[in-house]
């Protein structure tokens, strides 16, 4: 995770390492850039963005990856959201649970509970948001966590109870019930 | 639901930190992609020059026959030949002494006499000045040749 990819200085890169730091750091990215946007399809399409566009670099030599890629899937968000486009959301997870013996009712109540969520989240700052989706989205101990947002790890358990306190609260205020 | 360990408001029930927990990670895990499938490499310029490779689309109609090319190839050379004889048949009508069929009228050219500037004498009692000019060297006027009695004259 520290690791910020394979490093060159003049020297072009081989597409097997990009492709290896695609395996490694592709879920990483979808974290960060899900905390941004809150739209899993989203997060998804800016990782895939990153790296379109990493093909496609003419420019000086990058040395550090994997914040090169951070800033230009943060910078296709940031064009998405000022265009307002609006996507299509699929629901994810639905086609997943597909042929998993879940009734269609089942399905719609997953999916309800996906947004009422996610919509909770988006109440949260984006460093609580950050904290929570670093937590369980990649399963990240507090140490690793305070890397990425150059914090203490301390900090870190501090800023997850508070964040998971207010997520809570939200869910409450909103009605929701935990089946 | 296992258990509810906060109450800071009787209407809403806070779930616990265990419950949190659990339901963040079935989120998340129904958040998350699956798989993580590597973007189509288009055309590379940061990577290396012996690894690039580009994406290539087949174009529709790849299969049909050799034959089936040439015999088009063919009639698009016989349209152009015809469409550039028309062409020269239509420059070469437009010249201006010739006839065209254009507008339905029949061009031709016309002379142009060369004594077009001056009027012609058709009648002697005509209003023409030229009644009052001499016609022969000894100063007879047109009008005075009308009172000549003419005469035949035996042959010498």
């Not at chain 1, 963005?49 to 550090?64: K, M, N, S, T």
């Not at chain 1, 230009?72 to 013996?101: E, T």
């Not at chain 1, 369980?136 to 890397?147: E, L, P, V």
């Not at chain 2, 189509?40 to 290539?56: P, V």
Request: charged share 25%; net charge negative.
């Amino acid at each position: 995770m520290t690791d910020s990819g394979p490093k060159h200085s003049g020297k072009p890169i081989q597409s097997s390492q990009v492709e290896e730091f695609y395996r490694e750091h592709s879920r990483e990215l979808w974290a960060l850039f899900y905390s941004m946007c809150n739209d899993p399809e989203r997060a998804y399409d800016a990782v895939q963005e990153a790296f379109v566009r990493l093909y496609d670099y003419r420019g000086e030599p990058v040395r550090d990856l994997r914040s090169w890629l951070l800033r230009v899937g943060q910078n296709w968000l940031r064009d998405v959201a000022r265009k307002k486009s609006n996507s299509c959301h699929l629901l994810p997870g639905l086609d997943d649970q597909m042929g998993q013996g879940q009734s269609p009712e089942d399905r719609l109540a997953l999916a309800e509970r996906q947004t009422q969520i996610r919509q909770a989240l988006q109440e949260l700052n984006e460093d609580d948001r950050r904290v929570l989706v670093m937590k369980y989205s990649m399963d990240w101990s507090a140490a690793q966590i305070a890397t990425v947002m150059d914090c203490s790890a301390a900090a870190i358990d501090m800023r997850l109870s508070r964040a998971r306190r207010r997520l809570a609260e939200v869910l409450a205020e909103r009605g929701f019930q935990n089946d | 639901m296992t258990e509810r360990t906060k109450q800071s408001d009787p209407q809403t029930t806070l779930f616990s930190d265990s419950d949190m927990d659990e339901m963040l990670r079935a989120f998340f895990r129904m958040e998350m992609p699956r798989t993580f499938q590597p973007p189509a490499q288009r055309q590379s310029g940061m990577l290396d020059s012996s690894e690039q490779t580009l994406l290539t689309i087949p174009r529709p109609g790849r299969s049909e026959s050799s034959a089936g090319r040439s015999d088009r190839r063919g009639w698009v050379m016989a349209m152009t030949l015809a469409v550039l004889a028309f062409s020269v048949v239509l420059l070469v009508s437009g010249q201006p002494n010739t006839t065209t069929p254009v507008a339905g009228k029949v061009k031709s050219q016309r002379s142009t006499p060369s004594d077009a500037g001056s009027l012609m004498l058709v009648s002697p009692n005509g209003e023409s000045a030229q009644t009052e000019r001499p016609v022969s060297e000894d100063g007879l006027l047109l009008k005075e040749t009308e009172q000549i009695e003419l005469s035949p004259q035996p042959n010498d």
